[in-house]
């Protein structure tokens, strides 16, 4: 991988550099990228003698983990290229509200396409799409976790019927 960024440390950025290496107090991520850093640093007070390839074998690291590095550094700075990157989506966020489970309920007790024995979740997600209930990305896995979740069987007969768990009484 050719090197495209150039790093050239002034002596505060060194310094500080090396008391996060010294000190130890750090994740040990942090550490690992200032440590890299400085291995990176071609002025003459630095270390730079190393390659990408030299610096990753030895710290056992991706050439492009140290690209991107690079990059970081030249665009924001220190604190900037030690920081992980803020998520742009959170996976965590929910993508399905009641209302969804009530249309997509209502769309899989309903009959099923001309041809189809009955519904598949294959079929219910693109439904979905097609009836603009959901957005183009939904996955079939995200149709059967929500069926899942309300207990409906797609392969029961009667397809008006939830499966009821056995539930202890205490």
């Given amino acids: 991988m050719a090197t495209k960024y150039q790093i050239s440390l002034t002596t505060e950025e060194r310094g500080e550099l090396d008391s996060i290496v010294k000190k130890g107090k750090n994740a040990a991520r942090v550490i690992l990228l ?3 850093l400085l291995f990176c640093d071609i002025s003459p007070e630095g270390r730079g ?3 990408n390839v030299e610096i ?3 710290l056992n690291i991706s050439e492009r983990t140290i690209e991107s590095l690079k990059k970081r550094f ?3 700075g220190i604190s900037y290229a030690l920081q992980r990157k803020p998520k742009t989506f959170n996976p965590k966020t929910i ?3 009641g209302a ?3 249309k ?3 769309l899989a007790c309903s009959p099923p ?3 189809r024995v009955r519904w598949t979740v294959r079929l219910l997600a693109d439904k979905l799409v097609e009836l603009g209930i959901a957005t183009e990305g939904i996955s079939h896995m995200s149709v059967q976790r929500a069926l899942k979740k309300t207990k409906l069987v797609l392969t029961s007969k009667n397809m008006t019927k939830f499966h009821q768990r056995a539930t202890p009484i205490s």
Avoid: N, W
């Fill in 34 to 36: 200032a440590l890299v």
């Fill in 49 to 51: 003698k190393k390659t």
């Fill in 56 to 58: 990753s074998r030895e």
């Fill in 74 to 76: 030249v665009e924001g």
């Fill in 95 to 97: 993508k399905f509200d």
């Fill in 100 to 102: 969804f489970e009530a």
């Fill in 104 to 106: 997509l309920i209502a």
């Fill in 113 to 115: 396409p001309e041809g």
